[in-house]
């Protein structure tokens, strides 16, 4: 049995940039019909956390208890559940469907009508006891740490699978976050010739080639990215552009340096409505664009990945905090200060 405690924290985001640190003596909830109850272990970080406390999302409304990147313990079960059981470790989906529409069905509980995400419209791992329903959970291996299975997402994994990957494919990356390291393993992984990443800060292009997840490496401020691209594919384009920084200027290269009848995936969340964009690159150069809100499917390849060693997330994780410390680690997450790729909650 794993540990149960004898207080039950919530760490609640009041609206902006305020926290509040609620401890009680209430029992934890009781899992329903296939339902488990998890003991929150760690709680990934990441930009979405930042949207929300910004107010880019107002759907996100507070008090609400953040993370949606959730690595947990099963401590209990409800009835019918058969896929988990007690003392499993888990990484958790936290995108919730009713299990039972179309949208459900064909694996896009993202769709859901009814459904919810924990952490942003329900409320999420920041908190000492978790209920979720059994097909959201997946176990993972010894070999996983609980805060690498709380970065352990399926999202660009299903994106990139989604735009689909050549052995002959020349890759481009735009944006050096997480996503950005991650599309570039994920990207070499599934066949790529060659991956190509880009960005504006030093100090994450220096990260990026000491992990070594790309072939080349871009700062846009000092080389003129059309050129790279058109040496590194011999004149062509290159074959798939991933943007995961989501501005107006990224996704303007990604649209102009990709080959014609080439690829291009949309990952990052845009701040505002793009006003300068010239679709007719998409018209006159024959291209597929692909949005990256992929099927929920994909879980057991990642973790599979991960427990190999073939996936790194261990690497992207640089700082770790408890979860009495939590303004401070979203406070550093919003200023990508201290040398900072993925912040780590610990319950």
């Not at 769709?111 to 908190?127: P, R």
């Amino acid at each position: 049995m794993a540990e149960r405690l004898n207080h039950y924290r919530r760490l609640l985001w009041c609206g902006e940039h305020r926290f509040s640190l609620q401890i009680s003596p209430d029992e934890p909830p009781m899992p329903g019909p296939q339902q488990v109850l998890l003991r929150v272990r760690a709680v990934g970080i990441c930009g979405t956390d930042v949207h929300i406390m910004n107010g880019r999302f107002p759907w996100v409304r507070p008090p609400r208890v953040l993370g949606h990147e959730i690595a947990a313990d099963v401590i209990g079960v409800g009835p019918g559940v058969k896929r988990v059981q007690v003392g499993q470790r888990v990484t958790v989906d936290s995108v919730v469907g009713c299990g039972e529409c179309f949208f459900c069905q064909r694996g896009s509980a993202q769709f859901c009508v009814s459904g919810y995400e924990l952490g942003l419209t329900a409320d999420g791992g920041c908190q000492d006891y978790l209920l979720a329903p059994e097909r959201n959970v997946y176990p993972i291996g010894p070999s996983v740490s609980y805060e690498e299975a709380a970065i352990l997402d399926m999202e660009i994994w299903g994106a990139i699978r989604k735009a689909g990957i050549r052995h002959s494919d020349r890759v481009l990356v735009i944006g050096h976050g997480p996503a950005g390291l991650l599309a570039c393993q994920v990207a070499h992984l599934m066949g790529a010739e060659e991956v190509i990443l880009c960005g504006r800060s030093p100090d994450r292009l220096t990260a990026a080639k000491r992990l070594g997840v790309a072939d080349r490496y871009v700062s846009v401020d000092e080389e003129e990215l059309t050129a790279v691209c058109t040496r590194e594919t011999d004149g062509r384009g290159v074959d798939l552009a991933i943007d995961c920084a989501g501005t107006e200027r990224s996704t303007t290269d990604a649209l102009r340096v990709v080959t014609p009848g080439g690829r291009v995936l949309l990952y990052g969340v845009y701040e505002q409505p793009l006003r300068d964009t010239d679709l007719n690159r998409v018209v006159l150069k024959d291209l597929t664009v692909y949005g990256a809100l992929s099927d929920r499917v994909g879980w057991e390849e990642v973790i599979t990945s991960v427990e190999s060693g073939a996936l790194d997330l261990k690497s992207l994780i640089t700082h770790k905090f408890q979860i009495e410390d939590a303004p401070a680690a979203y406070d550093l997450a919003e200023r990508k200060a201290d040398g900072i790729i993925k912040t780590v909650l610990l319950l």
